[in-house]
């Protein structure tokens, strides 16, 4: 505990290109980059699996890459191909283990709509894009959002093992305290990760009970 007070009270750790808030942004901007592309992925491929139903076995492979998926030997590898000119070595890895979860759950949701619902909706003159805009896509909303509250958690988790390879975010407190045995700086990161993941649920928690109506929720409890 006194490792934690004597890292947050320290004024060094708050000021210059190595403080906090400057780390802090840095996990922020590999963390948004790498979920904004993975939802760019994830998503309309999720959609367009679960209402034609062709393309299932995409969604079971992805399912499995997940579990299976080393992201620190993916990053390690990308970096000696690439370098670390750019953020992309960090990005690939990261969006690759946030596919899965949108993709998947994205999946879930719009092939979980009742067939009954669908067929009012055709029988209403709605058309397949219609279909899918109007009335699949509110309903699987729910799991859609959880999809993403998923990868967004998992993202900035992983994210500090940018670190590794001698990028920035708040992994280096991390990888740097364990190099020098500053292990006040490690259990500070730590501490900083574990805060930042659970924020980033919370948001999309949050998120979730602001975009998905009532009646969509009940309608899902229900069933």
Excluded at 164 to 184: F, H, N, S
Excluded at 209 to 221: N, W
């Amino acid at each position: 505990m006194n490792w934690l007070i004597d890292f947050f009270a320290n004024p060094a750790n708050w000021s210059g290109p190595d403080a906090i808030p400057a780390r802090l942004l840095e996990h922020l901007g590999f963390s948004a980059a790498a979920l904004a592309l993975a939802a760019l992925v994830g998503v309309p491929l999720g959609l367009l699996i679960g209402h034609t139903g062709k393309g299932s076995v995409i969604v079971v492979v992805s399912a499995n890459l997940a579990r299976a998926l080393p992201t620190l030997g993916l990053l390690v590898l990308i970096v000696l191909l690439l370098g670390t000119a750019s953020i992309w070595p960090v990005l690939i890895p990261l969006v690759a283990l946030a596919v899965p979860p949108i993709l998947v759950n994205t999946f879930e949701g719009v092939r979980g709509v009742d067939p009954e619902l669908r067929d009012a909706a055709y029988g209403m003159g709605l058309r397949g894009p219609q279909v899918l805009s109007k009335v699949l896509v509110p309903v699987a909303l729910p799991l859609i959002m959880l999809g993403l509250r998923l990868a967004a958690v998992q993202v900035v988790a992983t994210a500090a093992v940018a670190a590794y390879v001698g990028l920035g975010g708040l992994g280096r407190y991390i990888i740097d305290g364990l190099a020098t045995q500053d292990y006040e700086s490690v259990v500070g990161g730590s501490v900083l990760i574990v805060g930042f993941a659970l924020a980033v649920q919370g948001l999309f928690t949050l998120a979730q009970r602001v975009m998905v109506s009532p009646g969509v929720s009940q309608r899902l409890r229900v069933r």
